[in-house]
């Protein structure tokens, strides 16, 4: 009778090997992160968070619908100010959308969600960070129905800087 244990052994082992080389790669990246802030202490005005936009285009003559986010936490405390420019060409009548700015920082920013014609609108809001992580959620939707032309929804220049 052959002896299992030692063919069993001999295929953990290097896949054992690789899992370990591959969770210390893993945690080495992490380490660089360009979406989590790892010094609490940033000074004022470091920009701890940036994106260029997070916005959903659809083509003219379908219906459909579609949407984009794009989340960041921080173990940053204090203040930030958060900013961004709402844009959209929709009409109404063929297209409806929404935005979304979602955080458990403080206080707690009203907002209307809800997109109805075209907008070019900058936003800004200043926050105290949770106690802990926080997080901020971005978010844009649209639905289509037959379109004459292309129409977008985006935040548009999306940035947390330290106060």
Same mark, same amino acid.
């Given at each position: ?6 063919? *069993?052994?001999?295929? *953990? !082992? ?13 945690? *080495?990246?992490?380490?660089?992160d360009s979406n989590t802030s790892t010094n609490p202490e ?32 921080? #173990?940053?405390?204090?203040?930030? $100010?958060?900013? @961004?420019? *709402?844009?959209?060409? #929709?009409?109404?009548?063929?297209? $409806?959308? !929404?935005?979304? @700015? ?16 075209? #907008?070019?609108?900058? @936003?800004?809001?200043?926050l105290s960070l949770a106690a802990g992580s926080t997080y ?7 639905? #289509? ?16 800087? $330290?106060?």
């Open positions: 009778m052959q002896n299992t244990k030692s063919t *069993i052994d001999i295929m *953990i !082992r290097p896949v054992s090997i690789i899992v370990i080389a591959l969770s210390s790669l893993i945690m *080495i990246q992490s380490c660089g940033s000074p004022a005005g470091t920009v701890l968070y940036s994106w260029d936009s997070v916005n959903v285009w659809l083509p003219a003559g379908t219906s459909a619908s579609g949407t984009d986010s794009v989340i960041f936490s921080t #173990i940053e405390t204090g203040s930030v $100010k958060v900013e @961004f420019t *709402i844009q959209s060409n #929709i009409d109404g009548i063929h297209a $409806k959308a !929404r935005w979304g @700015f979602y955080t458990n920082a403080t206080p707690v920013v009203p907002y209307i969600p809800t997109i109805s014609g075209p #907008i070019d609108e900058p @936003f800004s809001a200043n901020f959620g971005f978010a844009v939707s649209m639905n #289509i129905s037959n379109s004459t032309e292309w129409y977008y929804v985006k935040l548009k220049n999306v940035k947390i800087t $330290k106060l």
